[in-house]
């Protein structure tokens, strides 16, 4: 199993820019693709990013696309997601999540992950 932990939540200023870092811990031995999600208060959980085990393929949401980045440094087992031009509709709790998975298919599904973190909290203020 993987324990996921996130990390750089907080208040920031639209237009502003925030890092989170997900780290991983557990069976990180064996290759695992991950993700972000996030949910905003009353709204489903909808999928913001996800990347290969290698780094070598990642997707975005048409939403985030051009302001969000996502990336990993396996030699921490961690995982970044770089949030810039922040908006107050960017607003919500944002999850790290992981799956095993060596390949270079993309997952934006959630059912298709099985490990989530427990969520840092984003707000953007106008």
């Known amino acids: 199993q993987v324990q996921l932990v996130e990390s750089g939540g907080g208040l920031v200023q639209a237009g502003g820019s925030l890092r989170l870092s997900c780290a991983a811990s557990?069976?990180?031995?064996?290759?695992?693709?991950m993700g972000w999600f996030r949910q905003a208060p009353g709204k489903e959980r909808d999928f913001l990013a996800a990347?290969?085990?290698?780094?070598?393929?990642?997707y975005y949401t048409d939403s985030v696309k051009g302001r969000f980045s996502i990336s990993r440094d396996n030699a921490k087992n961690t995982a970044y997601l770089q949030m810039n031009s922040l908006k107050p509709e960017d607003t919500a709790v944002y999850y790290c999540?992981?799956?095993?998975?060596?390949?270079?298919?993309?997952?934006?599904?959630?059912?298709?992950?099985?490990?989530w973190g427990q969520g840092t909290q984003v707000t953007v203020s106008s």
């Open positions: 999540v992981a799956r095993y998975n060596r390949g270079s298919s993309i997952a934006i599904n959630p059912i298709e992950y099985t490990y």
């Open positions: 557990g069976r990180t031995s064996s290759p695992y693709a």
């Open positions: 990347i290969t085990w290698s780094g070598g393929s990642t």
